[in-house]
């Protein structure tokens, strides 16, 4: 563990006073306040530059505590907080009368999950309440995952950055609405559909659009600098050699299948064959071609199971169209 328990100490005391705390999870560091104070929450968008209306997720340090936060659990919902908890699932449930609606973005449901990092389970233990945190950076851009990520996108905007290393999972967490009677997948994540199925017994839709607005639905997230463009696998080295040619400053997302091949490009990540791998790295892969100076991003979709469904929707999301600012 990278913080000391001073850190935590120091990082649960600002969250107390109304302040903002950049904290480690598994999937992505986030931008967290008080979940209960809206004057911190409002703080929390004005700082990344977020609509409103976008709900956040409140982190809570273990299942026992979801009734504190939401109202009419049904059993599916404990069952996959059973089984998933701490881990990267949230679950959209009823808001309880905890929380503001400054954090939900004025819906009456509430996004909640445990994250699996011993430094932010050390600091919702210390805090002793929820902490509503999206990711800390600003909106639309790449997630951090580590705590320089962090500090060189927000840098004082930040009361106090609390490093735990680097993210494992490097993704964020999969988001199941768990209102209804059938669960559905609003965001895909960390934990894989196929794991969901296993344990409810039932296939799961991923829908395009629902009802049900949550974190990273706007049609250009997670994006670099660089426009990005997405290809057949079989097309990535032809698309980035053209439009290298034609003057831009090209990176290449190369596929596995073609590692070791000569690219003319401006800058080259070569892929990870483990989709876990890929999925860590992805956002430090974004962020490295903008540091390079690249202005163009040719990539191609992994193939749409186990964590290559998150990953496609990352970069489906970061190809998308820029939100206006």
Known sequence: MTALTGDIEKAADVLRAGGLVALPTETVYGLGADAENPAAVARVFQVKGRPPSHPLIVHIAGAEHLGDWAEDVPETARLLAERFWPGPLTLVLRRGPRVPLEATGGLETVAVRVPDHPVALALLSAFGGGVAAPSANRFGSVSPTTADHVRAELGDAVDFVLDGGSCGVGVESTIVDATGDVPSILRPGGVTREDLEAVLGHPLAVPSTSAVRVPGQHPSHYAPRARVILVEPGKVVAEAE???????????????????????????????????????????????????????????????????????NRLRRAAGPRPSQ
């Open 242 to 312: 053209l439009a290298q040619e034609l003057g831009h400053q090209v990176g290449v997302f190369l596929p596995p299948s073609f590692a070791g091949a000569q690219v003319k490009a401006h800058a080259v990540v070569t892929v990870p064959h483990s989709t876990a791998a890929y999925a860590r790295g992805l956002y430090g892969f974004l962020r490295e071609l903008d540091q390079r100076g690249c202005d163009l991003i040719v990539a191609s979709l992994p193939v749409e199971e186990g964590l290559g469904l998150a990953i496609a």
